[in-house]
């Protein structure tokens, strides 16, 4: 029932709900994205009793991973006080798949102070359920769970969640929990059929000024093509209680 088992500190297999939407045989990489949080905040609370929290997470995807075991990394490249730049990476057979960079930073009380212009989205109980199976295959998102106000093609809100463990029998942290549903959002109300044209995202951005919380995470999501080659998936971020964030994956635009 998880999308990863461990197999020591550093290293973990991938099992067969993790396949991919583009090829199963290789990974979705969305839950990777979030067993690399879990990797950064373990190595995070073995180094220091402080509970930074994260406000940035910046992935590159150098490639496709199969699914198969994984070896993680973490090296702090800023360390500091109250905010420290970390990097993590996750390899296969000695090539790395993906890089992430983080910012942690100290949390404060600043509740007198919380506020966005963000607009919120109608909450999951408000949006009818959608199959995301009848538009991708795999075991990833076949594990989804899926509530979604369609606009347009490339326009839409929905809310997903999964009731697959992120690592076998091990606590997450409410961010690790969300972040393996992140890179979700550039399937989920496509512009074009993925039967005609190819859009994978090589990298993945999320700022969050508050921690998702709760077993749904929402998504107000564009997806947009330019003429050369290059499309932008944008993203606001909720948890059912309003914004939490903001994410983009830039993607690489193929007709096939």
């Not at 020591?8 to 979030?34: C, K, M, N, Y």
Request: glycine share 8%.
């Amino acid at each position: 029932m998880a999308y990863f088992e461990r197999l020591s500190p550093t290293a973990f297999r991938a099992t067969e709900h993790v396949s991919g939407a583009w090829d199963e045989a290789t990974q979705h990489i969305a839950p990777a994205l979030g067993l690399m949080v879990h990797v950064v905040e373990a190595d995070r609370d073995a180094r220091r009793d402080d509970g930074l929290v994260v406000g940035r997470l910046s992935y590159d995807i150098l490639g496709t991973i199969p699914v198969d075991e994984m070896d993680s990394t973490v090296t702090v490249l800023r360390p500091g006080r109250t905010i420290e730049l970390v990097e993590a990476r996750l390899s296969h057979a000695g090539r790395d798949g993906v890089v992430l960079r983080a910012w942690l930073m100290q949390p404060g009380d600043t509740h007198a102070l919380a506020a966005t212009p963000l607009p919120r989205i109608p909450g999951p109980d408000d949006m009818p359920a959608w199959d995301p199976s009848s538009e991708w295959p795999g075991g990833f998102i076949a594990s989804a769970q899926v509530r979604r106000a369609q606009v347009e093609p490339g326009r839409a809100a929905f809310w997903v969640r999964s009731d697959r463990e992120l690592v076998a029998g091990e606590p997450v942290s409410r961010l690790a929990h969300a972040a393996r549903l992140l890179d979700i959002a550039n399937g989920m109300t496509v512009r074009a059929s993925p039967r005609e044209v190819l859009f994978p995202n090589i990298d993945l951005t999320a700022h969050f000024f508050a921690q998702p919380e709760g077993e749904w995470l929402g998504f107000d999501t564009s997806v947009s093509f330019g003429a050369t080659g290059v499309g932008l998936t944008s993203t606001v971020l909720h948890d059912v209680t309003g914004p939490v964030g903001t994410m983009s994956q830039v993607l690489t635009v193929r007709p096939s």
